[in-house]
């Protein structure tokens, strides 16, 4: 199990009212994980608990706000994700969209209460200053950010993030930002397709902290092509000496969609096909 589940998982339990004991039982018997683990998916959980007992399901809701373009696509990426070489011409007309379903969801969540916004995508910072500006001014002029618990950007890729852009996000009061690396092995990130280096990773890092960003999250994934444990744990070791205020780790997922894997599933046909042309010839 990985990701979110077993901390759903847990989740579901607590809130039916088990008790520790029961839940380290079922997880045991069920999934086979260990106490220590299952002890670690429950602290997880009851921290994650106390956070979204603070949210207002009554009258709150969150905004999420996606930006569907990349500087490039990530081989493993099933996103919604647009390179932005292609499509710079009509990121435009794509703000002026969205500033339109915006304006829609302010009148219609009018008498509702605004707990959190999140923009994700894609990545957040393909857009330039000026569309940032646009998007987030337009944000405060439609939205009342009076019972605003949670205000992030993932800027995301550290070759969309310019010092503008974040002097922008800075201004209009978003608390928490990502920047996410994916991993600090510079053959793994030529690899996957992100066109940035890890000497990127660090200036931007730095670049956001000197703007007096206090709440940075950065994003890794477990199991890129080529990489083992030595490359995760020196990974881990340089994000340690960064020190961002959180750290998430996916486990790489191999989902339909991504161009990995297509060219696995090519990969596997093709040496299913020589074994069996090979087989044949004997
Ligand atoms: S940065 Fe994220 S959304 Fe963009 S291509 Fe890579 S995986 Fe996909």
Known sequence: MTGVRPTKMIMERLEEG???EEIIRYM??????????AMLGIEIAKREKAQLDKLDYENGYSLYIGIP??????????FTSYPVAKWQDRMDEYVDALLKELAFIAEVSKEKHLNAIYMGGGTPTTLSAQQMDRVLSFLEEHFSFEHLKEYTIEAG???SITEDKLRVIRKHGVGRISINPQTMQQKTLDVIGRRHTVEDVVRIFHLARELGFDNI???LIAGLPGEHPEEMEDTLRQI?????DSLTVHAL???HGSRLTRERAASAEKQ????WQESWKR
């Open 18 to 20: 088990s008790s520790e």
């Open 28 to 37: 045991h018997d069920t999934y086979v994980v260990s106490e220590k683990k």
């Open 69 to 78: 373009f990349c500087p490039t696509t990530c081989s493993y990426c099933s």
């Open 157 to 159: 890729r550290p070759d």
């Open 217 to 219: 999250n950065m994003d």
């Open 240 to 244: 340690k000496e960064l020190a961002p």
């Open 253 to 255: 997922a191999m989902k």
């Open 272 to 275: 299913i096909t020589n074994r």
